[in-house]
C-alpha cells in the first residue's frame, strides 16, 4: 500500500507542486468565505483582498471586538456610506432608532439583541475620512447601526465581496 502511494506521488510530483502553487497563490489574493449569519443571503462568498469596495457593493472587514464576537471575526456587509456621507439615527421610541444613510433607509437599531443584551446606538452625523457605514438588510444584523461595530475604520476592510451562493 505505501509503496503504491509513494509511486503514484513521486509520478505526480510536478502536479502537486503545481496545485499548492495555485492554492498559495490564490491564497493571497481570494479568500472564500462562510456567511452562518441571516444578515445576508447567501452562504458562500468570495472576497477580493484589497480591492476596496465602492459604495453599494459588499465589503469584507474584521470586527473591532466586543459584545458576541471575537476581535478579528469577518463581516460581511454592503458598504452603505462613505467618508462624507450623512448618517442620520432618528429616534422613534422605546429604544429604537431609525437609520438613513444620505437619505437612503439603512434600517432600525434595537434596543436589545435576540438574546436580550443591551445594544448602543450606533453614531449620527458626517462619516470622517478614513471610516465607512456597513449595513445588511437582516434586522437583527449587527452592523453600523450599533456602537458595537460603528464607523468601520479603512485598516479594518478585507476586501470586496462577491455572493458565490
Known amino acids: 500500500m505505501l509503496d503504491a502511494l509513494h509511486i503514484h506521488v513521486s509520478r505526480r510530483a510536478p502536479v502537486y507542486l503545481w496545485m499548492l502553487v ?10 472564500l468565505t462562510l456567511n452562518i449569519s441571516d444578515s445576508l443571503p447567501g452562504t458562500v462568498f468570495l472576497v477580493q483582498k484589497g480591492s476596496k469596495p465602492d459604495k453599494g457593493q459588499l465589503a469584507a472587514f474584521r470586527y473591532a471586538g466586543g459584545g458576541p464576537y471575537e476581535r478579528g471575526v469577518l463581516f460581511l456587509k454592503q458598504m452603505l456610506g462613505v467618508p462624507g ?9 422605546s429604544g429604537y432608532r431609525d437609520y ?6 439603512a434600517g432600525r437599531a434595537k434596543p436589545r439583541s435576540k438574546t436580550g443584551m443591551h445594544l448602543d446606538p450606533g453614531p449620527s452625523g458626517v462619516i470622517p475620512a478614513g471610516h465607512y ?26 476586501g470586496r465581496a462577491f455572493r458565490i451562493f
Not at 495555485?22 to 479568500?31: C, M, P
Not at 437582516?138 to 450599533?146: F, G
Request: hydrophobic residues 50%; without cysteine.
Open 22 to 31: 495555485g492554492i498559495a497563490a490564490f491564497g493571497r489574493w481570494f479568500a
Open 100 to 105: 438613513f444613510v444620505d437619505g437612503q433607509y
Open 85 to 93: 456621507s450623512l448618517v442620520i439615527g432618528m429616534d422613534i421610541g
Open 133 to 158: 457605514y456597513m449595513a445588511a438588510p437582516n434586522p437583527d444584523s449587527l452592523d453600523s447601526r450599533y456602537a458595537l461595530v460603528g464607523w468601520v475604520a479603512e485598516d479594518q476592510i478585507v
